[in-house]
T-cell receptor
């Protein structure tokens, strides 16, 4: 099925560094969601965005709904080892309940 | 946040048998639930959309007679893998849409199925 382009695919960073990842789409979305998935578990919702330009924080995490409504960004500040995992974005267009998922960003934090 | 519970967390079954996986929304009503399959190191692959009180909508390439979905109540959807084969071994995840919460979807913990 259709997937969003998520970048980067993977990244190794040092503990304490900031992390940025993004998702882009060729179509407009009305909702963007960001999830984190630990190995062998289901994705856990991190941040939900419902309005273009919206900037929302959840602790060290900040996500933004792009003005064009075709992209979204997730930033993690001062990364810690437990930030390791796979981060997925999900976008919802109009007239549907089916979310489109990003390909995922694998984050590895070096202590 | 909202809670979605999936059961069992893992199951081992013999080839040819059927396995049922349950997905429950614990603190909200979910008129729509989704079932996914996830292969190692890959993103979620949507299998079907489960609608309360009506037939599920299957994605292209997913056999509806093999993956039976029932959404009998606003808080429960079940996925039954019929006549399971080893190639059906996978991680299956459900999600539920909170229609009162901005259409946000919440995921279950996932179920590991191993067919031997």
């Amino acid at each position: 099925g259709q997937q969003l382009n998520q970048s980067p695919q993977s990244m190794f960073i040092q503990e304490g560094e900031d992390v940025s990842m993004n998702c882009t789409s060729s179509s407009i979305f009305n909702t963007w969601l960001w999830y984190k998935q630990d190995p062998g578990e289901g994705p856990v919702l991190l941040i939900a965005l419902y309005k273009a330009g919206e900037l929302t924080s959840n602790g060290r995490l900040t996500a933004q709904f792009g003005i064009t409504r075709k992209d979204s960004f997730l930033n993690i500040s001062a990364s810690i080892p437990s930030d390791v995992g796979i981060y997925f974005c999900a976008g919802l267009g109009s007239g549907t309940y089916k979310y489109i998922f990003g390909t995922g960003t694998r984050l590895k934090v070096l202590a | 946040g909202a809670v979605v519970s999936q059961h069992p967390s893992w199951v081992i079954c013999k080839s040819g048998t059927s396995v049922k996986i349950e997905c429950r929304s614990l603190d909200f009503q979910a008129t729509t639930m989704f079932w996914y399959r996830q292969f190692p190191k890959q993103s979620l692959m949507l299998m079907a959309t489960s609608n309360e009180g009506s037939k599920a909508t299957y994605e292209q390439g997913v056999e509806k007679d093999k993956f039976l979905i029932n959404h009998a109540s606003l808080t429960l959807s079940t996925l039954t893998v019929t006549s399971a084969h080893p190639e059906d071994s996978s991680f299956y995840i459900c999600s539920a849409r909170d229609g009162q919460g901005g259409d946000t979807i919440y995921f279950g913990e996932g179920s590991w199925l191993t067919v031997v």
